[in-house]
């Protein structure tokens, strides 16, 4: 017994030595937007027998069903679990408060285009973004990698109701292989 003991200490340096190093843990995971549905939420669900394609853009029903469809997507909910994270999120920027050329809030959404065009995404599909610091480079539409801490919170904006906020901490532009250095 006492000779396996003193062999496993006298091997234990040399495992050691062998073992790949120890990797930090990311300090901002990234975040996909899939994450910030709820499981079970459907954001189609009161439209399931309603066929849209019969009906012209100023038909009635057509209209009530898009103003329903605003109505759902805007109390959309959101995802308990996100909130507090530290996270990356790569998504478009729509710009909402500026300090000359540089911006301090703005939009993050999934897909370009978005909250331009009638109705804006769901509202846990819309983060509203706020830095301390002005932030030079964020123009329209462009696609962006966000870092910070996210929270769960609903906002009125000018392009739509987001469903979370997120403490900026930096941003950078896209690249699919941001943050995995």
């Not at 495992?15 to 300090?27: K, M």
């Not at 995971?29 to 899939?34: A, F, I, N, S, V």
């Not at 993050?108 to 009638?118: K, R, S």
Request: overall charge positive.
């Amino acid at each position: 017994m006492r000779r396996r003991v003193l062999r496993l200490i006298v091997s234990l340096p040399a495992v050691v030595l062998a073992s790949p190093p120890l990797q930090a843990a990311d300090p901002w995971p990234e975040l996909k937007w899939e994450a910030l549905i709820p499981e079970g939420w459907d954001p189609a669900a009161d439209f399931k027998g309603i066929n849209l394609s019969r009906m012209q853009d100023g038909d009635p029903r057509a209209m009530e069903a898009l103003e329903k469809l605003k109505q759902a997507w805007d109390s959309a909910p959101a995802e308990p679990s996100v909130d507090g994270r530290r996270i990356r999120i790569a998504g478009y920027a729509l710009p909402l408060e500026r300090e000359g050329r540089k911006v301090t809030e703005y939009l993050i959404v999934p897909y370009f285009g978005a909250c331009i065009h009638t109705p804006p995404p769901p509202a846990n599909q819309i983060i509203h973004a706020r830095s301390s610091r002005p932030l030079s480079g964020i123009r329209m539409m462009d696609p962006i990698w966000t870092y910070g801490t996210l929270g769960v919170h609903r906002g009125q904006t000018q392009w739509g109701v987001a469903g979370y906020r997120l403490t900026v901490d930096k941003v950078e532009p896209y690249k699919a292989d941001a943050g995995r250095k």
